[in-house]
């Protein structure tokens, strides 16, 4: 009787930071199932004292990210191949790119590929001069664009070279190890990732399925409810189970492409039945404006300033979404970026997957002005987040393919996003190992299910309260201190460089 408990007690102690990242994920999770109105009313009051105290402060970490990349990318350190000199990347470009791209924004395109556009047409967050469908765009690109992989270029890079470079293992806690003895604080910051990580996940699993569900209540005219996004949460944990137990090249890869495949056939679909030279023109002018205007909205300076309630219902939000989501997509970049400079990773995170996103905003925004100008009235078609997107291709050829095609869509990302997390947090746990145990990855996804499951009941507790609105409010709360250690990480980071300066002379 006592030989299963001691054989317990040594898997704990053997695997710490899994033992205590779990209990903690438990924990939170029944508290959420047996107390789920307290919980959320406790989230929604520490929100608001999170946004009123540091809600700035996100964004001018978020333009500190930019500016402190791009220096590094052009500075002699951008050179230094993340591996030896001889090292050839793992990965063709379209893989990386895919790679990257699915597991840092995935579904999140889909959710807001009509909506936001609108909502900011209709809604202008501030005036300038030009066009409101102009601000429109460009203020999306300025909440989906370099900002954003800013945050994940960090920790890509950061973690790149600790691994690749200095031969560290795939811990957070690596790239303090030299400077930080002691291992309790060691310990809690890898904890603090994870935590900071699964909350990010979760919300965007939460997020995704509710959409997924909209489009079928759509598409077939049906009213699924709570228990059908339930089901949609578990049949897209275990795929991703199955493909992160598979691993990087035969899983996660496959499913990356795929989902890159898909999004530029719906694209370009939507692209060429729709005003091409229009499109084409909006996207220009909205990105001229987007790099003139870039630094007074990334400070909110003067007449930029869209006020505080604005920004925290989208800035504050989306720059805490992205910090949430920054350890594992950048542990995952690193992880796949053996073998290119600091130079290529950080240009090629900035700006490759960023014009990306602005031609596919540009594609489904200045479509719906079109939409909206012809109907000479605008009655709110597109303002429901979860269906914007369906009701949409409703005005489009091969209507019913097109909604169909989006719901495949958000599965496989979603199940990319998942499966790329599962992975990285299980390195984390399996000490760092880039070939976690799949035991590891099982538990990851088991956990990760029933996080999603409680947030999607905290979304549901109150008639007007969505999942969405309670993902804000949470992850406001829960990146707040990782906004701080990041700061921590890069000073290191640059020590590190200096330090190690002969390496920078490793040139390709």
Same mark, same amino acid.
């Given at each position: ?29 029944? /508290? ?5 109105? +307290? ?9 608001? #004292? ?45 893989? #990386? ?16 590929? /009509? ?29 989906? !664009? ?63 399925? %509710?959409?997924? @569900? ?25 795929? +991703? ?17 795929? @989902? ?49 309630? *604005? ?10 979404? #992205? ?61 429901? /987040? *979860? ?15 097109? @909604?169909? =095609?989006?719901?495949? $869509? ?18 984390? =746990? ?16 088991? *956990?990760?299910?029933?996080? %999603?499951? +409680? ?19 949470? $992850? ?14 890069? !000073? *290191?980071? /640059? ?8 390496? +920078?002379?490793?040139?390709?």
């Amino acid at each position: 009787m006592h030989k299963p408990i001691v054989l317990i007690l040594k898997h704990i102690q053997k695997h710490s930071i899994l033992s205590i990242s779990v209990g903690i994920i438990f924990i939170c999770t029944l /508290v959420v199932f047996f107390a789920t109105e +307290a919980s959320y009313n406790a989230i929604e009051s520490t929100s608001l #004292w999170v946004r009123n105290y540091f809600g700035y402060f996100y964004l001018y970490l978020g333009f500190g990210c930019v500016v402190a990349l791009l220096l590094v990318a052009f500075s002699k350190y951008g050179n230094i191949k993340l591996g030896t000199p001889s090292s050839k990347p793992e990965h063709s470009l379209w893989a #990386w790119t895919a790679m990257l791209y699915s597991a840092g924004m995935g579904s999140g395109i889909l959710l807001r590929a /009509v909506q936001e556009p609108v909502f900011m047409q209709q809604n202008p967050p501030f005036a300038s001069g030009v066009t409101n469908e102009t601000i429109a765009l460009e203020f999306t690109f300025y909440q989906w !664009g370099i900002t954003a992989w800013a945050f994940y270029g960090l920790f890509a890079v950061i973690v790149g070279y600790a691994l690749h470079v200095n031969k560290k293992k795939v811990r957070i806690s690596a790239t303090i190890e030299d400077r930080i003895k002691s291992k309790p604080i060691r310990g809690s910051v890898d904890i603090i990732t994870i935590i900071t990580t699964i909350f990010g996940l979760i919300a965007a699993i939460g997020l995704g399925t %509710t959409q997924i @569900n909209g489009g079928l209540n759509h598409v077939f005219s049906a009213d699924l409810g709570l228990a059908t996004t339930i089901i949609l949460c578990v049949f897209i944990s275990t795929i +991703a189970c199955y493909s992160a137990w598979q691993g990087v090249n035969k899983g996660i890869k496959i499913f990356s492409k795929l @989902n890159i495949i898909v999004t530029l056939v719906i694209l370009l679909f939507v692209f060429i039945t729709s005003d091409v030279q229009g499109i084409v023109a909006s996207f220009f002018t909205a990105l001229y404006q987007y790099i003139i205007d870039f630094i007074p909205m990334s400070l909110a300076i003067g007449d930029y300033n869209p006020g505080l309630e *604005f920004l925290t219902g989208w800035t504050f939000y989306y720059w805490a979404f #992205w910090l949430a989501w920054a350890p594992f997509t950048g542990i995952f970049i690193a992880r796949i970026s053996k073998g290119r400079t600091i130079r290529q990773l950080l240009l090629g995170v900035l700006i490759i997957p960023s014009l990306g996103t602005f031609f596919w905003f540009s594609v489904f925004g200045s479509s719906a002005f079109n939409l909206i100008e012809a109907w000479g009235a605008y009655d709110n078609q597109f303002g429901n /987040v *979860f269906s914007s997107i369906f009701v949409f291709f409703e005005h489009y050829p091969l209507a019913t393919f097109l @909604n169909i =095609t989006s719901i495949f $869509l958000l599965i496989s990302f979603l199940i990319t996003s998942v499966d790329s997390a599962v992975f990285v947090l299980s390195m984390f =746990t399996d000490k760092g190992s880039k070939n976690p145990n799949k035991t590891h990855r099982v538990i990851w996804s088991v *956990f990760i299910l029933l996080a %999603t499951i +409680a947030l999607i009941l905290l979304g549901n507790i109150k008639a007007n309260v969505n999942v969405l609105e309670a993902v804000q409010r949470l $992850l406001i709360i829960t990146s707040l201190p990782f906004s701080f250690f990041i700061i921590i990480m890069f !000073g *290191f980071f /640059v020590k590190d460089l200096r330090k190690n300066r002969l390496k +920078a002379n490793n040139l390709e």
